[in-house]
């Protein structure tokens, strides 16, 4: 199993900017699409970005604008900035990965979740 490790989540106020990042905790063959999805209290996860292979980011309405998705294929890692935070963006965010291990097996992992909360 594929861990995926994320970071950069916390407290900021309303327009300010956070930068998450997730990372594969093994070396992988290759990865198909990334994505950050959400959670926020009393709501279901929803999408809020994907990239594909070839780097073509793909973006809720909510967050176009004002989020930017990346990814470093070298390092297995993929990112969202996001920058005029509202406090509806106040979520759990968990970044999604799926592809092919270097041991040739296929793998779709989620990580564990990083808090994101937007004060007014």
């Known amino acids: 199993q594929v861990h995926l490790v994320e970071s950069g989540g916390g407290l900021v106020q309303a327009g300010g900017s956070l930068r998450l990042s997730c990372a594969a905790s093994?070396?992988?063959?290759?990865?198909?699409?990334m994505g950050w999805y959400r959670r926020a209290p009393g709501k279901q996860r929803e999408l809020v970005a994907r990239?594909?292979?070839?780097?073509?980011?793909n973006y809720a309405d909510f967050v176009r604008g004002r989020f930017t998705i990346s990814r470093d294929n070298a390092e297995n890692t993929v990112y969202l900035q996001m920058n005029s935070l509202k406090p509806e963006d106040t979520a759990v965010y968990y970044c999604?990965?799926?592809?092919?291990?270097?041991?040739?097996?296929?793998?779709?992992?989620w990580g564990q979740g990083t808090q994101v909360t937007v004060s007014s």
């Open positions: 999604n990965m799926n592809g092919v291990t270097s041991r040739g097996t296929d793998f779709g992992s």
């Open positions: 990239i594909t292979t070839g780097g073509t980011p």
């Open positions: 093994e070396i992988i063959f290759s990865i198909n699409a």
